[in-house]
């Protein structure tokens, strides 16, 4: 427990597992039919599983071969996680509103 990084990486550890179950989550919305809204939620924690993937890349097997430059790295990782994490956000949010929406089968009117 001496190491400092060994927070980031059991943050980074939890992370991970928790995208994980929101992978889960989202194939289960894929078998209950529900095809559009769950291949949104996946594609979306997908992309937030890229972040502490990339961390853990970056910042534990490149660093060492690339310790005197952590300009370029730190560059690297905003230009990798930015975009992933605001993609991530839009994906959830529009599997969410499909989500909740009713098929217009089911408002419509018996014939």
Do not use: H
């Not at 059991?10 to 194939?27: S, T």
């Amino acid at each position: 427990m001496d190491d400092p990084r060994f927070a980031y990486d059991l943050r980074d550890g939890l992370l991970c597992l928790g995208f994980l179950i929101g992978m889960a989550a989202a194939v289960s919305l894929m078998l209950r039919k529900q095809t559009l809204p769950g291949c949104l939620a996946l594609a979306a924690f997908f992309l937030f599983s890229i972040d502490p993937i990339a961390e853990i890349i970056i910042w534990r097997i490149l660093v060492t071969n690339w310790a005197d430059d952590y300009n370029v790295l730190n560059w690297m990782y905003a230009c990798v996680s930015g975009p992933a994490i605001f993609l991530g956000v839009i994906a959830l949010v529009v599997a969410l509103v499909t989500a909740k929406r009713q098929p217009e089968e089911v408002n419509a009117l018996p014939r």
